[in-house]
Structure formats: C-alpha cells, structure tokens
Nanobody
C-alpha cells in the first residue's frame, strides 16, 4: 500500500525557515519524480517543486524560486523541502507525492497524504 507522511510544518514569522520532510512506504521515491504541492484555503492545489527521477533536474514555481530547495535521501526513502525567506503568501497545507513525471498532479497510488500545515505570520 502506497503511503506518504509529511511533517515539519508549523507557525513561523515572515523571513523565517522551515524544513519539510516526506517519508514514503509502498514505493520507492527513486523510481518516480518527486513533487511538493500546496493548497491554501479556497484555492486549487498547486505544484511548488519537483525533482526528476531521470536526471535529478529540479523545478520550482516562480513564486518560490530562489527560496525553496527540494532534495531527497534515497537510503531513507525520504524527500525534503527546505523553505527559506518565508512569506505570508506561502501559508498553505503542503503535500508531497511520487509522480510519473514533473508536471503531473496525480500521485502514485492515487491518493494524497495528510499534508503538513505551514503558517507564516506577517
């Protein structure tokens, strides 16, 4: 059974940092692209960052470029999202997923994890 558990969210002041983690079971992150997504209240889920399994290329939404960094530890089957210089508009619930290819919004196994809440105060 495919399962992901996101953690590391919290309340932080604008300009602060957080490091999100995502542990997977039932599949291996190394076999898929890895995506971080977020969803703010009343808004659609959006892609934040992705790491390609083919060549390790990384991609970022324009809104987070230069501030967020995606990485992975294959030995632990865990992925991370380092978030620096956080802004109030980064407030959202963050989700990770193995996906077939960067740009896809369909998670491996067909379901999302519980996510982790990030709240940035001004």
């Amino acid at each position: 059974e495919v399962h992901v558990v996101e953690s590391g969210g919290g309340l932080v002041q604008a300009g602060g940092s957080l490091r999100l983690s995502c542990a997977a079971s039932g599949f291996t992150f190394d076999d898929y692209a890895i995506g971080w997504f977020r969803q703010a209240p009343g808004k659609e889920r959006e892609g934040v960052s992705c790491k390609s399994s083919r060549d390790g290329s990384t991609y970022y939404a324009d809104s987070v470029k230069g501030r967020f960094t995606i990485s992975s530890d294959n030995a632990k089957n865990t992925v991370y999202l380092q978030m620096n210089s956080l802004k109030p508009e980064d407030t959202a619930k963050y989700y990770c997923a193995g996906i077939i290819v960067c740009g896809s919004n369909y998670p491996v196994g067909g379901s999302w994890g519980q996510g982790t809440q990030v709240t940035v105060s001004s």
